[in-house]
């Protein structure tokens, strides 16, 4: 693709940099770019310094991927952005306007043709949806196209008050669910998303809450969608900005299964402990798990990816099976 304006940057991790900078021709293409953000991931000290010695301009950014790009460049925030330590909450920003993923269009992929060729299953969900029309009707003909194939769907409700209203998400994210195997979210995404009231709280009390309001929410959930085979819940209670309880629940063709819980888990960055949950039950369910792991495995994972800063996992599965299996964090040597 050319791209003609003379100001242009572009979003990686730093698993895509290293990739890049292994070919001359796309080195050559990168240094055609004004600036190009590299986050998700901590960046190797060595993959920078490559990356520099290839006369590629990059700055060091920090925060989720779905910010594209981050909140944090070269360890100076912008604004209306903070970490959270404390009693002071975690603030996030989204900035997606004009990106790619906003204006992609239904016809943009031929999604059948992808499906098509085997793909055991589709994740998405409320964030993308949430950016645009056009991401919405997107959205919606990759979930159609997926469940002719006999692909497996899931969708995280995601719901991000700062990118749309309730009652717009409900109206939308209510036509992708019969689409949908396995649904994924928290006590405020089923409320505000699918208008599954928690018995026992509201707004003001998130914070701690008894399994069992849960239980009778999802027990709700599956009976108004049938289709729905799993439901995946994170249980988050925040004592400060640092200091979390988490563990999970996984209901799957009837049965409920709580991991293990993770009291008082001290975190360096709670963004992206939901995907880190979602992948890890995701990936004991493809590989035939009994249930009870999947829910302690993707607890595990969403535990440990709340220990580096940025929402892509830099978890390994070794290490990742020795905290499913209840390893300590005793040094290794």
Known sequence: ????????????????????????????????FSRILVGGQSLPTDLGAAAVDAGVQITRSYGSSETSGGCVYDGV????????????????????????????????????????????????????????????ATCKAALVAAKEAGTIVSYDLNFRSKLWKAAEAQAKTKELIPYVDCLIGNEEDFQSVLGFKVDGIDEHNLGALDTSAYKKM????VKTYPNIKVVG???????????????????????????????DLEIEDRVGGGDGFASGFAYGLLNNMPPQECVDLGAAHGALLQTTRGDSSQIDLEELTHVFKGGSARIKR
């Open 1 to 32: 693709a050319r791209f003609d304006h003379p100001v242009r940057y572009l979003s990686l991790v730093p698993a895509q940099l290293t990739r890049l900078l292994a070919s001359d021709a796309a080195t050559a293409a990168l240094r055609d």
């Open 77 to 136: 925030p912008i604004g209306n952005t903070e970490v959270g330590t404390g009693v002071r909450a975690s603030v996030t920003l989204y900035d997606r306007g004009h990106s790619a993923a906003m204006n992609m269009k239904p016809t943009d992929v031929d999604f059948k043709a992808v499906f098509a060729q085997g793909v055991r299953w589709l994740h998405t969900g409320g964030i993308f949806t949430a950016l645009s029309d056009n991401s919405a």
């Open 218 to 221: 999802v027990e709700k959930v």
């Open 233 to 263: 819940t994170t249980l988050r209670e925040v004592k400060s900005g640092l200091i979390n309880h988490w563990s999970a629940i996984l209901y799957v063709n009837g049965t409920f299964y709580e991991s293990r819980s993770f009291r």
